[in-house]
């Protein structure tokens, strides 16, 4: 089993920056992709960003792309998501996610999710 443990949320001002963390624990050895959706009130929740196990590649949703910047430390096991240029559009309950499957991270589904971190921003 995989445990998921996210961290860093708040609030903050519009044009202000965030830097969330997932520390991961458990079987992580079979993780491909490592991942952050997140989930607005009322709303569905949708893919911000993912990253390889080996950090080689990222795909990031249209909304976020430019401002937001995924990254991952394996000596740590941890995985991050810089957001910078905070608007209130982004507000929601972010969440970590991994999976061992392969194929378009966007679509995939995700087998190990964490408890989730709010993250609000006022203008």
């Known amino acids: 089993q995989v445990q998921l443990v996210e961290s860093g949320g708040g609030s903050v001002q519009a044009g202000d920056s965030l830097r969330l963390s997932c520390a991961a624990s458990?079987?992580?050895?079979?993780?491909?992709?490592w991942a952050w959706f997140r989930q607005a009130p009322g709303k569905e929740r949708d893919f911000v960003a993912s990253i390889t196990w080996n950090g080689d590649r990222t795909a990031y949703a249209d909304f976020v792309k430019g401002r937001f910047t995924i990254s991952r430390d394996n000596a740590k096991n941890t995985v991050y998501l810089q957001m910078n240029s905070l608007n209130s559009e982004d507000m929601g309950v972010y969440y970590c996610a991994a999976t061992g499957r392969l194929g378009v991270p966007q679509s995939l589904k995700y087998d190990h999710w964490g408890q989730g971190t709010q993250v609000t921003v006022s203008s």
């Open positions: 458990g079987r992580t050895g079979n993780i491909y992709f």
